[in-house]
């Protein structure tokens, strides 16, 4: 007893800290309330009509619930909810990027199936949540640095409101180069990288507590706790956990050369803490080596060796470094102090995130890095190192309060205002999904009474809205025709995920004049026939434009699969349910040659046809 009471008195929620952690408190709960601006503004605008859909502001959050609703609803981690697909009764499926990465799914999908709450209100509370969490870890992580709480709660909200801006965008789209679009708030996007986003700050401050621990069980813990949270990040995502990685290098690097006076022991408990990380890893190549054989070619894996040092977030860290080198030859900064080693540590990692394939030779989607991590580790390494300038160089060494409330202002400020773009860039998509959802929810009742071989095998048709069918595995346990995330798992081969779109673009309508004009059908035409890599700018490292000669001959090959399409591809795969408006302008003509339809249940703005084959 003796014992726990002590160890509670060690926890840093004492009521004597109180003072110390409630900025800290304070900034989150003010983060959280902005985070949930987007979501707000949705209410607001869908009122009474709300059907309980939560604000998507990226495309990418629909795949991501869409998996999590599958493993609410008791299916295996290797599943694809678009094709209906289940490991081990369809054979053995491959891992996919989803499937790897775990750890959010279940993390958010077990406390659902508890509370009996479904995936959109668990998208909508995750947003404030990880808000919180993420400015709390980076107020931990400078208070263990700076032991100034007024510093940790303006870097805190500083790092978290800034991000959009220190990935660059305006000097990409004003200086030259691949301008690729802008993310407002990215770290929030759901789940990835927002459920292990603070986690990445929370080991960065662990790695801290396990360099300055003098007594032996604080040595252990810090070290343990790092390791255990680094695993977390491998199966959560990719590019959180190899920033770690790239931390974990930076920081034996930055004590290696700036050689404080504990250098030795400081590269002794490193290299115990790269020992632990070991098993995570080789269990993260164990899992990779069962992935899909496209997985590569669909995620825009490059090999290259080419650096890549002109990011923005690069370039800033390029600066830092150069500071604190300059700093330290001329005896500005004193090797003593700890803080500038992991100043240069910030400033390190980005660099290598960026580079590793001058060694490694393959690079994916570095663009990521720049949206997702690299941008706020480059914002924390500037706090550090103009915090050591400051102390340095200004008398008194105190930072006034008035300049940290203005930073903490215009923090605040800028945040909010991406919030509030974000919340309305978006409603448009957002109003569809939650329009649809009365009819979806009613797909969920009749899926619950089909047996379970039928209801993951009849798939769903919408023949006028992408949208539909890439959010209706949201709440819906039917297999869709064709998705437009329906890449991120891997139960098609590209030709088959092709094959199916061609199919869905046939039932809509869709002719050449279409696919040549600048539409949202052309858009994933192109995705379909060349892949993200080759259509999004700035994906990969070796991006190359999509020629004129390369279209028409995907144009001719579409209208080709048109004039051949046959019984035979009319049923592989069988349709079993069209959705569709119930404005009346839906054109059935081409499901109508090949299925019965019947007469259809309306369901809110929705009508649910059954369909059968014809004989």
Known sequence: MQRFVSALSKLPFRRQDWRRWRLGIYAALTFALISLIPQANFWRVRGHEWHGAFYTYHPDETPYAAYVNSLIEGRPRRNDPYTGRIDGRDGSLPESLLSIQFVPAYSLAIPARVLQIS??????????????????????????????????????????????????????????????????????????????????????????????????????????????????????????????????????????????????????????????????????????????????????????????????????????????????????????????????????????????????????????????VANYVSLVAFALTALAVWQRRSLPRKIPALLLIAISFVSIARASEEAWFAGRGRVAFSTIVDESRPAVLRLAELGAVETNERANTVLVLSPVSFVVTDTLCMTAPQPVLWAVHMFSFSALTPAENKERFYQQLYYS????QTLRAATIEQTYFRLANFGWERVIPGLNANWRPI???????????????????????????????????????????????????????????????????RT
Request: proline share 5%; glycine share 6%; net charge positive.
């Open 119 to 372: 995936v959109m209100t668990v998208f909508i509370l995750l947003q404030p949540l990880v808000a919180a969490a993420s400015v709390l870890a980076i107020f931990w992580l400078m208070m263990l640095v700076t032991s100034d709480a007024r510093v940790a709660a303006t870097v805190g909200l500083l790092v978290v409101s800034m991000g959009g801006l220190a990935r660059g965008q305006w000097f990409v789209r004003n200086l030259g180069g691949i301008a690729t679009p802008y993310i407002y708030l990215p770290f929030l996007r759901r789940y990835e990288p927002a459920f292990a986003f603070p986690l990445f700050f929370l080991f960065c401050a662990l790695v801290w507590l396990m360099l300055r621990s003098r007594a032996r069980r604080d040595l252990i813990g810090s070290t343990v706790a790092a390791a255990l949270l680094f695993s977390a990040l491998v199966f959560s995502y990719y590019f959180l956990w190899t920033a770690a990685a790239a931390f974990v290098v930076s920081i034996i690097c930055a004590t290696a050369i700036v050689r404080p006076e504990t250098w030795q022991r400081d590269l002794r408990r490193l290299a115990q803490l790269s020992a632990l990380l070991a098993p995570a890893l080789i269990a993260y190549a164990y899992f990779l080596s069962q992935r899909a054989a496209s997985i590569d070619l669909q995620q825009a894996l490059t090999r290259t060796h080419a650096p890549d040092l002109l990011r923005p977030p690069a370039v800033l860290c390029g600066i830092l470094l150069l500071i604190l080198i300059v700093g330290l030859w001329r005896g500005i900064f004193s090797q003593r102090d700890h803080s500038i080693v992991f100043a240069g540590a910030f400033a390190l990692a980005p660099l290598i995130m960026f580079n590793q394939q001058v060694l490694t030779g393959r690079s994916l989607q570095p663009i990521h890095y720049e949206q997702f």
């Open 509 to 512: 309508g869709v002719e050449q």
């Open 547 to 613: 020629t004129d000669a390369e279209e028409q001959v995907a144009l001719a090959d579409y209208q080709k699969f048109v004039d051949t399409f046959d019984q035979r591809r009319a049923e592989q795969p069988a349709l079993g349910y069209v959705l569709a408006p119930a404005n009346g302008d839906t054109d059935f003509s081409r499901v109508d040659r090949w299925y019965e339809r019947d007469a259809g249940e309306r369901v809110g703005a929705y009508v649910i046809y059954r369909v059968k084959p």
